[in-house]
T-cell receptor, first 114, second 107 residues
Framework: NAGVTQTPKFQVLKTGQSMTLQCAQDMNHNSMYWYRQDPGMGLRLIYYSASEGTTDKGEVPNGYNVSRLNKREFSLRLESAAPSQTSVYFC?????????????FGPGTRLTVT | KNEVEQSPQNLTAQEGEFITINCSYSVGISALHWLQQHPGGGIVSLFMLSSGKKKHGRLIATINIQEKHSSLHITASHPRDSAVYICAVSRGDQFYFGTGTSLTVIP
């Protein structure tokens, strides 16, 4: 099992460009998450999906959109990138409550917006 | 105010020392999690606990539900333990994260 995979691992964008971060999990989890991690701050939730076809905003959703394409895949889209979106992005999944609330993380995407 | 507070923010230790990282939280929780993140690396789950104590190798995690406090201990620390340790709490399927403790173990 690959667990949670993310692509790309690194990306540099110019202000105003768009891109989609891809995430997939092979653990048959219902819940999937997108977080951003910035220096000196804890992981912050961007969007969350409790199941296929549902998405909810997290703490910092502005400037992002998401798609829960199917149970495996949860993508994050930046429509018009801004320097404030320079960050490391993590996708995660969990199967609450059957797996006891444990969360599994992808390797991260390091995004720089110039 | 963050729901999860960790201390210290940074910690430097000599190899072999006993290390303690503390975590306090202010919300009701389903479980508390300790995560490890190596420089430039991904995040892995070390422990998930809702009561008492868990041990895995040289790592021990404890939680006091009444005091809303948890500690992560590392015995006989080693340079490979150098990483950021993150405390998180879950409430159902929602997670809240501390800002992490950066640990450096010097040979």
């Amino acid at each position: 099992n690959a667990g949670v995979t993310q692509t790309p691992k690194f990306q540099v964008l110019k202000t105003g460009q768009s891109m989609t971060l891809q995430c997939a999990q092979d653990m048959n989890h219902n819940s999937m998450y997108w977080y951003r991690q910035d220096p000196g701050m804890g992981l912050r939730l961007i969007y969350y999906s409790a199941s296929e076809g549902t998405t909810d905003k997290g703490e910092v959703p502005n400037g992002y959109n998401v798609s829960r394409l199917n149970k495996r895949e949860f993508s994050l889209r930046l429509e018009s990138a801004a320097p404030s979106q320079t960050s490391v992005y993590f996708c995660a999944s969990s199967e609450w409550p059957t797996s006891g609330y444990e969360q599994y993380f992808g390797p991260g995407t390091r995004l720089t917006v110039t | 105010k963050n729901e999860v507070e960790q201390s210290p923010q940074n910690l430097t230790a000599q190899e072999g020392e006993f290390i303690t990282i503390n975590c306090s939280y202010s919300v009701g929780i389903s479980a508390l999690h300790w995560l490890q993140q190596h420089p430039g690396g991904g995040i892995v789950s070390l422990f998930m606990l809702s009561s008492g104590k868990k041990k895995h190798g040289r790592l021990i995690a404890t939680i006091n539900i009444q005091e809303k406090h948890s500690s992560l201990h590392i015995t006989a620390s080693h340079p490979r333990d150098s990483a950021v340790y993150i405390c998180a709490v879950s409430r159902g399927d929602q997670f809240y994260f501390g800002t992490g403790t950066s640990l450096t173990v010097i040979p």
